[in-house]
């Protein structure tokens, strides 16, 4: 069927290294894409979006890499910090909806 | 308010009531959602308005959910003779047009019934 799904359901980096969350979708007509970070407790946080056009799109200490050939998206985290620690998922747009998969949860020791 | 609000924070209902979760959306953002979140589980999408369109309720788990929202802006989700299996987090959030721009969450309601 398709989904979003995510290739890790847990995380761990040190603390000034970078993170590579994945995450693959199975519908190529999905033209839009999110990065959400969900700390405990709080809403999903919108970090960085991509549209089907780009294959890259950078922000403050994150990019997001969209290979629409395999399907595949990543989210990248610079140089992570503590406060980086939280689940992050992918969103994909398809038609009125948001798809999200089941999240990765991020731990960063310090 | 900056961002999207949602009252109560917090709800414990004994199975069998109703309850009714509150989404204020941000201002001007046409479209709105509910989303439920199971402990350690994604988003389930529930129900979209999007203007004045009818909503798409496609998600919506039974009849015991329904969703209204009026003037365009305030929603209201209620779940009527609540069991146990709809304890969750709802989430609601909005965005400027659709979901072809980023949508913005609230913070959730946390519905326990006991």
């Known amino acids: 069927g398709e989904s979003v799904g995510l290739h890790l359901p847990t995380l761990s980096v040190q603390e000034g290294d970078n993170s590579i969350i994945n995450c693959a979708y199975s519908n190529s007509a999905s033209d839009y894409f999110i990065w959400y970070k969900q700390e405990s407790g709080k809403g999903p946080q919108f970090i960085i979006d991509i549209r089907s056009n780009m294959d890259k799109r950078q922000g403050q200490r994150v990019t997001v890499l969209l290979n629409k050939t395999v399907k595949h998206l990543s989210l990248q985290i610079a140089a992570t910090q503590p406060g980086d620690s939280a689940v992050y998922f992918c969103a994909e747009s398809r038609g009125n909806q948001f798809y999200f998969g089941t999240g990765t949860s991020l731990t960063v020791i310090p | 308010g900056a961002g999207v609000s949602q009252s109560p924070s917090n709800k414990v209902t004994e199975k069998g009531k109703d309850v009714e979760l509150r989404c204020d959306p941000i201002s001007g953002h046409t479209a709105l959602y509910w989303y439920r979140q199971s402990l350690g589980q994604g988003l389930e999408f529930l129900i979209y308005?999007?203007?004045?369109?009818?909503?798409?309720k496609s998600g919506l788990p039974s009849d015991r959910f329904s969703a209204e929202r009026t003037g365009g802006s305030v929603s209201t989700l209620t779940i009527q003779r609540t069991q146990q299996e709809d304890s969750a987090v709802y989430l609601c959030?909005?965005?400027?047009?659709?979901?072809?721009?980023?949508?913005?969450f609230g913070q959730g309601t946390r519905l326990t019934v006991v």
């Open positions: 308005f999007q203007g004045n369109s009818a909503p798409d």
């Open positions: 959030a909005s965005s400027l047009l659709g979901s072809k721009t980023e949508a913005f």
